[in-house]
C-alpha cells in the first residue's frame, strides 16, 4: 500500500482529507483558468457582444458534456472500491475499459457539439447579434472533446488511487499554454471567439497526453499498458451502473441552469453579459464545493471497499465541516470583492458590472448550501449508490427549478433576474435534507447487513 492509499485508509482524517483536497481544487481553479482566460480575453480584446456569444454556450455545454462526465465518477468508484477491497486485478481491468469508454465518449460528443450547436443555441432563444460568434465558438470547443474525455476520466483513476498532484501539475503547465494562445490567436491573428476555443482545445490536448503518460509509467494495477486496452464486460458493466445515474444527474442539473439561462436571455444582451460574469467567478467557489465532493466519493469509496463503515460517517463530518469553512470563506471573499472582480471580465458597461452584482449578492452568498449538498452526494456515491442521488436531484433541484420558472417566475411582480436566483439556494438546501436522510437510511442498511453477516460465520 503506497503512502497516498494510507492516508485514505488509516491515520488522522483532518490532514488527510486537506491534502488529498486542496490538489484538487487547485486543479479545478486552473481548469476554470481555461474559461475565464477566455473570458477576459474575449471581454477585453473583443467586446461585450463576444462575452456574451461564449457566456451563452455554458449551459448547454455542460448539459451535453456532464451526462459523459459521469462516466468517469464510475470509474473512480469502481477503482476506490477495488484498492480499498484489494482486488488488483479488478483495478488493472477498470483502468484499461477507462480509457476506450473515453475515446467513445469524446468522438460521440465531438459529433453532437459540432452538428447541433447552432440548433441548440437558437432552442435557447440566444439573441440573433450573438448567435453566429456563440455558434463558433461551441464548434470549436467541441472538437476538443475527446481529450477533454481523456483527462477526466486518468484523473478519475488517479484520484481514486490517492493521486491529486499529477492532475494538477500538468494542467498547471495547459493553463499557462491556454493563456500564451489566447492572446496569440486573438490579438495577432484577430479570431475572435475561434482563438480562444482553440486555444483551450490545444491545451487540453496538452493535459490528455502528458496524464495518460503518467499513468504508464505507474507501478501499481493503476498502470495503463496500450496493448491492454479493451472493454472488459463486467468492469463496463458496474462503470455504467454508476456512471449513467451520475451523468443522466449531472445533465438533468444542468437542464434547469438551461432554463435559467434562457430565461437570462430574456432580459438582453446586457444581463447576459454580467451573469456570463458573475457565472464564472461563482466557478471559483464552486471549485472548493466540488473538490470536497470528490474527496468525499473517494475516501468514503476505499473505506467502504475495506468495510472500515465506522470511518466513513468520520469522513463525511470531517469533509461538511472543511465545506463550511473554507467554501463559507470563499463566498465571502466572492461577494466582497464583486465590483472589482467583474471589472476584469466587463469594461465597457457598467450596467452589466451591477446585474453582474445582483447575481452574486443571491447566489454566490448561499453557496454553502450547495456545498453541503454535493458532500451528501458524495457519500452516497460512495457507498456504491448512483440511483438515488440521481433520483434525488431530479425531484429536488431540477423539479424545484423549473417549477419555479413555470410558476412563481411567469407572475409579472415576480419576472426579474433577482427572483429567478432565488430558486438556486432553495433547491439546494431542499435537495441537501433529502440526501443526507437517504444516506443514513442506506449507511444503517449496509452496516445492519455486514454485522448479519458476520454472526452468521
Known sequence: MNEQNKRMLQGPLLSGILLYTIPIILTSVLQLLFNAADLVVVGRFCGSISLAA????????????????????????????????????????????????????????????????????????????????????????????????????????????????SPLIYLTLAGIINVILNLIFVLVFDMNVAGVALATVISQAFSAVFLL???????????????????????????????????????????????????????????????????????????????????????????????????????????????????????????????????????????????????????CSTYVLCGIMEVSTGALRGMGASFAPMVISILGVCGIRIGWIMTVFQLPQFHTPNCLYLSYPISWAVTFLIQISVFLHLFKKQTGSLLGKQQTA
Open 213 to 363: 503518460r503518467t499513468l504508464c509509467r505507474r507501478t501499481d494495477a493503476c498502470r495503463l499498458v496500450f496493448s491492454k486496452i479493451r472493454f472488459h464486460r463486467s468492469e463496463l458493466i458496474r462503470i455504467v451502473r454508476i456512471g449513467l445515474p451520475a451523468g443522466i444527474q449531472g445533465s438533468l442539473f444542468s437542464i434547469s441552469n438551461v432554463l435559467v439561462q434562457s430565461s437570462i436571455n430574456s432580459f438582453g444582451q446586457v444581463v447576459m453579459s454580467g451573469n456570463a460574469a458573475a457565472q464564472n467567478i461563482e466557478g471559483f467557489v464552486y471549485t472548493t464545493m466540488n473538490a470536497f465532493y470528490q474527496t468525499t466519493v473517494n475516501f468514503t469509496g476505499q473505506n467502504v471497499g475495506a468495510r472500515q463503515f465506522r470511518r466513513v460517517l468520520k469522513i463525511i463530518g470531517v469533509c461538511l465541516g472543511c465545506q463550511i469553512v473554507i467554501g463559507g470563506a470563499a463566498c465571502f471573499l466572492a461577494c466582497t470583492f464583486s465590483s472589482s472582480l467583474l471589472s476584469i471580465y466587463i469594461t465597457d458597461s457598467a450596467e452589466a458590472v451591477s446585474y453582474g452584482m445582483l447575481r452574486l449578492s443571491i447566489v
Open 54 to 165: 461564449v457566456g451563452a454556450t455554458g449551459s448547454i455545454t455542460t448539459l451535453i458534456v456532464n451526462l459523459f462526465i459521469g462516466f468517469s465518477v464510475g470509474v473512480g468508484v469502481n477503482v476506490a472500491h477495488a484498492i480499498g477491497a484489494k482486488m488488483q486485478e479488478t483495478v488493472h481491468r477498470v483502468v484499461h475499459t477507462a480509457i476506450p469508454t473515453a475515446l467513445v465518449c469524446g468522438i460521440v460528443l465531438t459529433v453532437i457539439g459540432v452538428s447541433c450547436a447552432a440548433p441548440m443555441l437558437r432552442l435557447m432563444g440566444t439573441p440573433e447579434n450573438v448567435l453566429p460568434l456563440s455558434t463558433v465558438y461551441m464548434r470549436y470547443y467541441f472538437c476538443g472533446m475527446t481529450f477533454n474525455m481523456l483527462y477526466n476520466f486518468a484523473a478519475s483513476i488517479l484520484r481514486a488511487a490517492g493521486d491529486t498532484r
